[in-house]
């Protein structure tokens, strides 16, 4: 197969970012990184318009696991299963699941069906996907029962509460994630949207969609003590590169990120998220 020039640019700063650095450590970067481990952390999240119905709703939020060198499948496999064991309503996945390359992930996608929340499963691909064969990574997804969502909504319905969620492919800019949004939201409403790239909010918040998941920025990586907000990827123009964020009456949680771009991180501990939705106050 041959590849993208992205995805030549992505193996060149693999080299640099990772592979060099960690080899003049001699392999310690790596194997501090990996010692740090993955913080699940528990979040609750007010919005307003939220359905009265879907009140509490417990969402596991995973994102850019980069399954790699940095993460091995079953570094990841395990990760997943600790959300999974808080019995979420619904698992959402915001995408980079793959570093690089794709490789096997049926081990990871299997424990991630496994969960088995009574209001789905999803997948959104993030741009590493699509590096190497996004076909690959949607396949072995779908093959173990998660939906992965296309610029489209999936209608689900556990007793009396009915979510739904849309997804949209991979997007650079925030025309092209405009686009995308509104193309989802041509086959109905929306409570919950999934975006690897944070960009897609403004066009959900125009849009009225309640809350948007994303991840891709990873914080950075590097952050401010204590200012989560204030870290490279916001330096390199992320205006959204962290944690919550409200516009109109409408949310984003961008999520820091389960793995990594280069072995470090600095007051930005990696993370996957138990997030818990409510009514905002006084509704
Ligand atoms: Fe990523």
């Known amino acids: 197969m041959s590849h993208s020039f992205q995805y030549h640019r992505a193996k060149l700063r693999h080299l640099f970012l990772t592979w060099g650095p960690n080899r003049l450590s001699g392999g310690r970067l790596l ?48 990760v997943i299963e600790r959300l999974g064991a808080l019995q979420p309503d ?13 490789m096997d992930l049926s081990s990871f996608f299997q424990a991630s069906s496994a969960i088995n929340p009574p ?23 779908e093959a173990a029962g998660i939906t992965v969502l296309r610029n489209s909504v999936s ?68 952050a401010h003590k204590n200012r989560p907000n204030a870290n490279l990827a916001l330096a390199m123009r992320h205006r959204r590169s962290a944690g919550l964020y409200e516009k109109g009456r409408s949310r984003l949680y961008v999520t820091v990120g389960a793995g990594d771009l280069f072995p470090l991180r600095m007051n930005c501990p990696a993370e996957v998220m138990l997030l818990r939705i409510h009514r905002h106050r006084g509704e």
Do not use: Y
């Not at 699940?40 to 999240?45: G, H, K, N, T």
């Not at 619904?90 to 794709?102: I, Y």
């Not at 209001?119 to 997804?141: C, K, R, T």
């Not at 995308?180 to 969609?209: C, T, W, Y």
């Open 31 to 78: 194997q501090r990184r990996r010692t740090e481990g993955v913080e699940l952390r528990d979040l609750q999240i007010h919005v307003p318009g939220w359905p009265e119905e879907l009140e509490g709703l417990r969402v596991a939020h995973v994102s850019d696991l980069h399954i790699g060198d940095l993460m091995t499948v079953d570094d990841a496999t395990r």
């Open 90 to 102: 619904v698992v959402c996945n915001t995408g980079d699941v793959v570093d690089l390359d794709c």
């Open 119 to 141: 209001l789905g499963n999803f997948l959104v691909l993030g741009n590493h996907d699509e590096l190497d064969d996004p076909a690959s990574v949607a396949a072995q997804a």
């Open 155 to 222: 209608t689900s319905r556990d007793g009396a509460r009915t979510l739904r969620v849309g997804g949209i492919e991979w997007a650079r800019t925030p025309s092209a994630c405009h686009d995308r949004v509104s193309e989802a939201a041509m086959s109905g409403r929306i409570d919950l949207l999934l975006s690897h790239n944070p960009k897609a909010f403004d066009q959900a918040a125009r849009l009225g969609i309640p809350l948007t998941l994303a991840g891709h920025t990873h914080g950075g990586q590097i």
